[in-house]
């Protein structure tokens, strides 16, 4: 999994979450979009989760291009916002999922990652 992540506090407990549930993932972290396009080519990702606010790209506009990366592999935003408005448009967009920051956002990654297999 790559995670787009420009505040370290919100890696560290995800990572830390997941390692409490003894997930068994691969999660490499870049804080900007400009580093996850230059990591995606040769990285054989499965999953590319994206903050919506970052330094480099913002909102749907930033989901677009995350998703024409991925190139149909699954994305899930990770956003500091509960807004179903924007968590809608960005499942419409082909996005799958919208977790939320807080504590119970590595239990949703694992959700999400598990209807996918």
């Given amino acids: 999994m790559l995670l787009v992540e420009d505040h370290m506090t919100d890696v560290l407990l995800l990572r830390e979450l997941l390692s409490l549930m003894a997930v068994a993932w691969t999660l490499e972290d870049v804080p900007t979009f400009a580093e996850a396009v230059g990591r995606w080519p040769g990285g054989a990702f499965d999953l590319l989760v994206v903050d919506l606010n970052l330094p ?18 699954p994305v899930v935003v990770l956003s500091g916002h509960q807004h179903p408005g924007l968590a809608a448009q960005a499942v419409q967009l082909g996005a799958r999922g919208y977790v939320i920051k807080d504590l119970e956002a590595a239990e949703q990654l694992h959700d999400i990652v598990a209807q996918l297999t």
């Fill in 56 to 73: 480099d790209g913002q909102g749907l506009e930033l989901l677009a291009r995350a998703l024409e990366l991925a190139s149909g592999v």
